[in-house]
């Protein structure tokens, strides 16, 4: 975890929040960064995760993570973590047809139905089972990305609906967390992307927006962070409270500062 | 040990072998070092491949990709498991250029090929590449060499008296170089018996498609599904994929795929807006994507997105993908006849790079990228015209 995006978050380990829909979305940039952070954090914050890592293979993460001070395997081998390797599950599915339903059983359908199977992955991994010992802080649900969903075929109403399953059972039933990456296409008129970010928007709690400079690319300044707090579904609402950084990422953590201000440029 | 101290980052090594030594599976981004399947802890097995060399920033396994200068622009080649996304130009003139570079390294360095075409037989497609170049340093080493054998009489080197000057390397075959990043002379075709001493399969479309296949319900149009089949028979049976343990000398396998999401392959996704199959190329580049991850192989695709009706396909093929360079090439369009570009034939836009297996990643500063074909060369400038001279590359 990144402890300047700690602070700006106003989040520790120790106090996270809990029941909340965190979105992550970036456009024109990379925003895979924001999935390391809030993966480490979790972990450190001894909460149990599930990961649906569909991006990138698990040893990716795992490197990562060991920079930012958490070991995935560790973590995975103590029960903490359950990892969904979407790639090597794919291959498996796609080659090996199997009996009992996988998870990924979308990508053997011609019309992708809906995602019941995934989210029954998603259930039985994160169901709070009452064993005695110290159980973990609370569930947490991470999904890298939702908009490769809709690269498989997807329908943007289907990945709403998982979310929404998810959310219904990890955050209002076990008071546990969902946090979801989503690609803006900005100017690319993907129209499927924008439902699903919209509606996404709507849902949630906190929406971390990763944007590209608009002056193009910078040695000192790689992005933009845009950090929106809101209270969905309530009428009457205060303003929701809204903060832009600029970030910088570094081998081994992303320092953040207030537009303008880069170290590079004072 | 020893392959952690070449790549020069040797303080991170020791907690990402710990990783690496505990899952059974090969994946391509382990770094080189004792695998759980044997090894002798004690001894450091220096498992090194030809024609591979590791990322200077995390020990990353990277092949070159047949223009050195290309390499440097991609942070020192590409990286073993991921998929290099050509957007072509738009005649397709300069981008098979790209696609013939990659596959003459894979020849020159020892690697084994798998060339996947809808337009052209693969046999013929070999038949055409580059002939590689020996440069003036190496003439030297060769010199000594060839007064060495003068001593013995060999009928055959007579005949093919120019293999004398290639470079004598230790590993087999009588032309794998262990060399990293070539220089080729497009002028000339590569010689017979490289083709023939190499190991390459060949996916010609019209001739695997005609054959009766059970139709999948998968909404993959056949010609991919076929490739995709192909694609991981071969990872399987040739044990890129780390299955076959008894298999001693590791291998790359360069796969080369030409015209992906041309009409050629059955795929309309270049001829309408909304076509019944626009998620299939999708889907086939998340499974190549898998087939990758998990073997020791590289892939090149060449695409020609300036034909993609659909602006939302072409940002999604770009995320599936982890290096994407785009050709522009000058012919036909206006900036032909500006003064400014009158030395050049096109501009490189290098539009994505991976970050694997970290936050960051290598880029280079040089953003205005032009490409020259010279008569036997393909050369890349950082172009300014603020200078006085443009900036050589490699």
């Not at chain 1, 990305?145 to 979310?163: E, I, K, M, T, Y």
């Not at chain 2, 297996?357 to 010279?374: G, M, Q």
């Not at chain 2, 036997?376 to 950082?382: N, R, S």
Request: with cysteine.
């Amino acid at each position: 975890m990144f402890p300047e995006l700690n602070n700006l978050l106003n989040t520790t380990p120790e106090g996270a929040e809990q029941g909340k829909l965190t979105l992550l979305c970036d456009a024109k940039t990379d925003g895979s960064f924001l999935v390391h952070h809030f993966l480490s954090f979790y972990l450190k914050a001894n909460c149990k995760v599930c990961f649906v890592a569909l991006v990138q293979s698990f040893s990716h993460y795992n490197m990562v993570g060991q920079k930012l001070g958490v070991s995935l395997t560790t973590a995975r081998e103590r029960g903490q973590l359950v990892v969904l390797e979407g790639l090597k599950s794919a291959v498996d599915i796609f080659f090996r047809p199997q009996e009992e339903p996988h998870p990924l059983q979308f990508l053997r359908e011609a019309n992708a139905g809906d995602l019941q199977p995934l989210y029954a992955f998603v259930r039985d991994a994160l169901e709070p089972v009452d064993c005695g010992e110290a159980a973990w802080r609370c569930p947490v649900l991470l999904v890298d990305d939702l908009s490769v969903l809709l690269s498989l075929g997807v329908g943007p109403v289907a990945v709403l609906d998982f979310v929404h399953y998810c959310r219904a059972t990890v955050c209002r039933e076990w008071k546990g967390n969902v946090v979801a990456l989503v690609h803006d296409s900005g100017d690319a008129e993907d129209e499927e992307s924008d439902v699903l970010l919209n509606g996404l928007s709507h849902q949630s709690h906190l929406i971390l927006r990763a944007e590209g400079l608009a002056t193009g690319f910078c040695k000192d300044v790689h992005g933009q962070l845009r950090i929106l707090w809101r209270r969905p579904l309530q009428p009457t609402t205060p303003r929701d409270r809204s903060l832009t950084y600029q970030y910088k990422i570094q081998d081994k953590s992303v320092s953040f500062f207030a537009k303008g201000m880069s170290p590079a440029v004072l | 040990m020893a392959a952690a101290g070449t790549c020069g980052t040797g303080t991170r090594s020791t907690g990402s072998m710990v990783a690496a030594a505990s899952t059974n599976n090969v994946t391509s981004f382990q770094r080189r070092g004792p695998r759980a399947s044997g090894a002798d802890s004690g001894c450091s097995r220096l498992v090194s491949i030809a024609g591979t060399r590791p990322s200077v920033r995390n020990g990353q396994l990277l092949v070159s990709t047949g223009l050195p200068a290309l390499d440097q622009l991609l942070g020192g080649g590409l990286a073993v498991g991921t998929v290099l996304l050509i957007e072509e130009d738009k005649y397709n003139i300069y981008s098979p250029l790209l696609f013939k570079y990659f596959l003459a390294e894979g020849i020159v360095s020892g690697h084994a090929l798998l060339v996947a075409s809808a337009k052209e037989d693969p046999a013929d497609i070999l038949q055409k590449l580059p002939a590689p170049l020996i440069d003036d340093s190496y003439k030297k080493e060769c010199d000594e060499d060839v007064c060495s054998h003068k001593m013995e009489p060999d009928i055959k080197m007579k005949i093919a008296w120019r293999y004398q000057l290639l470079p004598k390397m230790e590993q087999a075959g009588p032309v794998s170089s262990s060399r990293f990043g070539h220089y080729y002379d497009i002028s000339k075709r590569i010689p017979q018996e490289l083709i023939e001493t190499s190991k390459w399969h060949g996916f010609f479309l019209p001739e695997k498609i005609s054959s009766a296949f059970n139709v999948e319900s998968c909404s993959l149009t056949p010609g991919y599904m076929k490739l995709l089949q192909f694609i991981q028979n071969i990872i399987y049976k040739e044990g890129f994929d780390g299955s076959n343990p008894q298999k001693k000398q590791k291998n790359i396998l360069r796969i080369g795929i030409q015209n992906l999401g041309s009409p050629l392959w059955g795929d309309d996704i270049c001829c309408t807006e909304n076509c019944d199959t626009s998620h299939s190329l999708t889907k086939f580049l998340y499974i190549l994507r898998g087939l990758l991850r998990t073997s020791l192989s590289a892939c090149i695709i060449t695409m020609p997105t300036h034909l993609i009706q659909n602006k939302a396909v072409i940002a999604r093929v770009t995320n599936l993908s982890d290096t994407v360079v785009g050709l522009e090439s000058f012919i036909g369009s206006e900036k032909e006849t500006n003064p400014l570009y009158k030395d050049y034939h096109g501009l490189i836009h290098i539009r994505q790079i991976p970050r694997l297996n970290n936050l960051i990643y290598d880029i280079s500063d040089v953003k205005d990228l032009a490409f020259k074909l010279k008569k036997k060369l393909f050369t890349i400038e950082g172009w300014r015209k603020c200078l006085s001279f443009p900036l050589e590359i490699s």
